[in-house]
């Protein structure tokens, strides 16, 4: 290496290892200054004889343009350098994770109210929806309950204004109602069918809804769901019930060994009537009898309001408790926990 390769050499080393401007003008300063080393050289060219010169001359501007090269390189490497190192520093964490808008979803007693509708959709039930705010006349007198009569005492209910005196108006205590209403309609809207001795087509319906009574503890609330069951026609009996309520609970809890119970009893819309049991083969509660439903045969009286002759018209009728089939289905064992609203408990049914 000649003396002049050897000092761009030094010079490069040189401004590499200087880590600030400061430092590298201090660098510059030791080879292009007033007293530096291609400053002097070039001084000293004035020494030599002319024909050496033009050669030695050209070869020391080479060199000066060398180190010139490698102080700009440095110069910009010190600035790039810095520059990463301030955005660096003044960098903005945007990874944070937002806060996350919580996935909705139904309540468990809306599942089950559209899982009821469906079951039933596929037997060829409609859904009828009825007003919460009922009279007297549909809750009680048209379902063969009139004023005074004893089974009205384990439906005390939430009287509200409106109404008349004859026909107040109070808090639906359960969803019967709705067969008056529903099947009154049904009867309307085929008139003169009927009338003309033709055969109505069977009034199949159900009804899910809120009911209210005064009631409340861990398996009772002054509000609780209610969906009632009406299939009325010419030919309908007893035995459709069993069949259509039992193919109903089986498919609802996905249980083809589950046993029903139709348990003697009494409703004043309903003769025969009965209540409902079943029994799980397996699981926690295999072997309980646990109460679902009241049911039983559309009594000839509520026929009759409904419309219809009770000797050619018959049908059956239930009502059940989908807060119930809510807590079995999933375990749960204190109804109030429904109508809480906390979201840990309710995100579980998402
Ligand atoms: N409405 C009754 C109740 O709330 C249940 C029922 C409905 C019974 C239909 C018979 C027929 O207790």
Same mark, same amino acid.
């Given at each position: 290496?000649?003396?002049?390769?050897? =000092?761009?050499?030094?010079?490069? &080393?040189?401004?590499?290892? &200087?880590?600030?401007?400061?430092?590298?003008?201090? *660098?510059?300063?030791?080879?292009?200054? !007033?007293?530096?080393?291609?400053?002097?050289?070039?001084?000293?060219?004035?020494?030599?004889?002319?024909?050496? !010169?033009?050669?030695?001359?050209?070869?020391?501007?080479?060199?000066?343009? *060398?180190?010139?090269?490698?102080?700009?390189?440095?110069?910009?490497?010190?600035?790039?350098?810095?520059?990463?190192?301030?955005?660096?520093?003044?960098?903005?964490?945007?990874?944070?994770?937002?806060?996350?808008?919580?996935?909705?979803?139904?309540?468990?007693?809306?599942?089950?109210?559209?899982?009821?509708?469906?079951?039933?959709?596929?037997?060829?039930?409609?859904?009828?929806?009825?007003?919460?705010?009922?009279?007297?006349?549909?809750?009680?007198?048209?379902?063969?309950?009139?004023?005074?009569?004893?089974?009205?005492?384990?439906?005390? /209910?939430?009287?509200?204004?409106?109404?008349? %005196? !004859?026909?107040?108006?109070?808090?639906?205590?359960?969803?019967?109602?709705?067969?008056?209403?529903?099947?009154? #309609?049904?009867? !309307?809207?085929?008139?003169?069918?009927?009338?003309?001795?033709?055969?109505?087509?069977?009034?199949?319906?159900?009804?899910?809804?809120?009911?209210?009574?005064? %009631?409340?503890?861990? /398996?009772?609330?002054?509000?609780?769901?209610?969906?009632?069951?009406?299939?009325?026609?010419?030919?309908?009996? @007893?035995?459709? =019930?069993?069949?259509?309520?039992?193919?109903?609970?089986?498919?609802?809890?996905?249980?083809?060994?589950?046993?029903?119970? @139709?348990?003697?009893?009494?409703?004043?819309?309903?003769?025969?009537?009965?209540?409902?049991?079943?029994?799980?083969? #397996?699981?926690?509660?295999?072997?309980?009898?646990?109460?679902? *439903?009241?049911?039983?045969?559309?009594?000839?009286?509520?026929?009759?309001?409904?419309?219809?002759?009770?000797?050619?018209?018959?049908?059956?009728?239930?009502?059940?408790?989908?807060?119930?089939? /809510?807590?079995?289905?999933?375990?749960?064992?204190? =109804?109030? =926990?429904? @109508?809480?609203? %906390?979201?840990? @408990?309710?995100? #579980?049914?998402?």
């Amino acid at each position: 290496m000649n003396e002049l390769d050897a =000092l761009v050499e030094s010079a490069r &080393a040189q401004f590499a290892q &200087a880590a600030t401007p400061a430092d590298l003008e201090n *660098a510059k300063a030791l080879f292009l200054g !007033k007293a530096g080393r291609i400053t002097e050289l070039m001084k000293s060219l004035g020494a030599l004889p002319v024909d050496e !010169k033009k050669a030695r001359g050209a070869a020391i501007n080479q060199a000066k343009q *060398a180190v010139e090269a490698a102080l700009t390189d440095r110069r910009q490497a010190l600035a790039d350098a810095e520059l990463q190192a301030q955005l660096r520093a003044e960098a903005l964490d945007v990874t944070l994770s937002g806060r996350q808008r919580g996935h909705g979803g139904l309540h468990p007693v809306s599942l089950t109210l559209e899982r009821i509708e469906s079951i039933f959709g596929s037997m060829g039930f409609e859904v009828a929806d009825g007003p919460e705010i009922e009279s007297d006349w549909f809750n009680f007198t048209a379902l063969n309950t009139p004023e005074d009569h004893p089974a009205r005492s384990m439906h005390d /209910t939430f009287y509200v204004e409106g109404g008349s %005196d !004859k026909a107040p108006n109070l808090l639906r205590t359960h969803t019967s109602p709705m067969q008056i209403r529903h099947a009154v #309609q049904h009867v !309307k809207r085929h008139r003169s069918m009927i009338d003309a001795g033709l055969q109505m087509p069977e009034i199949r319906v159900i009804a899910p809804g809120r009911t209210y009574r005064v %009631d409340s503890d861990a /398996t009772h609330s002054p509000m609780f769901h209610q969906c009632e069951g009406l299939w009325v026609g010419e030919n309908v009996s @007893f035995k459709d =019930l069993k069949y259509v309520f039992t193919d109903f609970c089986r498919t609802f809890f996905e249980s083809d060994d589950l046993v029903l119970r @139709f348990r003697p009893s009494f409703f004043p819309f309903t003769e025969p009537s009965a209540e409902i049991d079943i029994q799980f083969q #397996q699981g926690p509660l295999a072997g309980r009898w646990l109460e679902v *439903a009241g049911s039983g045969q559309v009594h000839p009286n509520v026929v009759r309001n409904m419309g219809l002759d009770p000797e050619r018209y018959i049908g059956f009728a239930f009502g059940m408790g989908p807060d119930r089939l /809510t807590m079995l289905r999933y375990g749960v064992n204190d =109804l109030r =926990l429904f @109508f809480d609203g %906390d979201v840990r @408990f309710l995100a #579980q049914f998402r």
